[in-house]
């Protein structure tokens, strides 16, 4: 039932053109859920996912402008954005470039 309730939450995303993998990590890295992925290796998005927002967190607090929000990363016509849903779990959208500027708007599910 759990997991269940894990996947309604990302499943939304994944009906943006061009989404191709949600997923729910722990901030450590551990993957918590997932859904779509085509080949990717999620569990390893999800470590380096947690990585990232730490150094995010780290140059926030060098820069004085407070608490993260959410970490968008570009490359080579793919991207993910990184956004903490608790204080304990990262949601993290895996996509092409459209899907990935359409969410850093303000635009999703």
Not at 17 to 21: F, Y
């Given at each position: 039932?759990?997991?269940?309730?894990?996947?309604?939450?990302i499943a939304p995303y994944l009906e943006i053109?061009?989404?191709?993998?949600a997923l729910l990590a722990s901030n450590d890295g551990l993957l918590v859920a997932a859904m779509g992925g085509g080949g990717l290796n999620l569990e390893a998005?999800?470590?380096?996912?947690?990585?990232?927002?730490s150094a995010a967190d780290e140059l926030s607090a060098q820069l004085d402008s407070g608490q993260r929000r959410t970490v968008t990363l570009g490359v080579a016509g793919r991207g993910l954005i990184i956004a903490p849903v608790t204080d304990d779990i990262l949601l993290i959208i895996v996509g092409q470039d459209h899907a990935i500027r359409t969410?850093?708007?303000g635009r999703h599910p």
């Open positions: 039932m759990l997991m269940r309730n894990l996947e309604a939450t053109d061009g989404v191709e993998a998005i999800a470590a380096y996912a947690a990585t990232t927002i969410l850093a708007e």
